[in-house]
């Protein structure tokens, strides 16, 4: 009995320091901010070859769904993506918007569809609400 109340004692910092430390990590501008070039090259990266992975699965699955996904970048190249989503994120109110818009707003833009500046407000309330997680 002693040594489990001293296993309990001895650990209890450790518990209490989990609960008061933020689980939630909510992947918007603020993150983006923080990410190294590295880092911010590899997310549009992996953004884009899972997006791309999951459009042809759906696309093997349903032959009804188009060849090419509507928005995909076909002259702008990943570090194009990357340098417009930096833009993008350099406007103090994209900061609530979640990553993955970014880098959607990002191809889009270079495609020539940006996005309103009416779309732009929603897209920025509904990020902040949902909190990019």
Same mark, same amino acid.
């Given at each position: ?38 880092? !911010? @090259? +590899? ?8 997006? #791309? /992975?999951? *459009?042809? %699965?759906? &696309? ?13 970048? !076909? @002259? +702008?190249?990943?570090?194009?993506i990357k340098t417009q989503? #930096? /833009?993008? *994120?350099? %406007?103090? &109110?994209?900061t609530p918007v979640c ?9 889009? @833009?270079?495609?020539?569809?940006a996005s309103t500046d ?16």
């Open positions: 009995m002693k040594y489990a109340l001293a296993l309990v004692l001895l650990l209890l910092p450790f518990v209490s320091d989990a609960q008061n430390s933020p689980t939630q990590v909510n992947f918007d501008g603020d993150f983006w901010s923080r990410l190294d070039e590295g880092q !911010r @090259s +590899s997310y549009v990266f992996g953004f884009i070859s899972g997006y #791309d /992975k999951g *459009y042809s %699965d759906a &696309r093997t699955e349903a032959s009804l769904l188009a060849k090419e996904p509507p928005w995909w970048p !076909r @002259s +702008s190249s990943m570090g194009d989503v #930096d /833009k993008f *994120y350099a %406007d103090y &109110r994209n990553m993955d818009d970014a880098v959607y707003e990002a191809a889009n @833009s270079l495609e020539g569809r009416a779309a732009l407000t929603i897209r920025r309330a509904m990020d902040g609400i949902k909190k990019c997680k």
